[in-house]
């Protein structure tokens, strides 16, 4: 594998934190399959999800009607190893109403599992861990 592509690769993945943060941020959680894998397991302070529509059905269930989220991911670190990497991010999330400023806001840490597919990269693993939250 060239430098080049290892690049490239790395490139990718970092850019899945990005289209999920956006997919998130604008609600289409059926897009969910341009970021992760029909088999993905999630991880997360509230349980654990396994396969995409699971997954997709969980993001919809997880909707408050008005409210908004600002997610930001950071310190984006990825180990490519063939086929398969892992990431890690800090993440950001603020959740707000229309104009109004944040009234929560939470901490969080990424770390993923992605795996090349035809499509592309996505992610088939995904342990989120709450840092903090602060209610405003």
Known sequence: ???DTRTADR???ADLFARLANL???QRHDDAH???TDDVVAHSPRGEL???QEVTAHLKRSRVEGEHTQHMH???LVQVDGDRAKATANQLVHFHRDGEPPHRTSGLR???TAVRTPAG???SDTRITLAWTQEK
Do not use: N
């Open 1 to 3: 594998m060239t430098t």
């Open 11 to 13: 490139i990718e993945i």
């Open 24 to 26: 998130l941020d604008e």
């Open 34 to 36: 341009t970021v992760y």
């Open 50 to 52: 396994r396969g995409l």
């Open 74 to 76: 950071g310190d984006v």
């Open 110 to 112: 990424v770390a993923c």
């Open 121 to 123: 990269w996505r992610f």
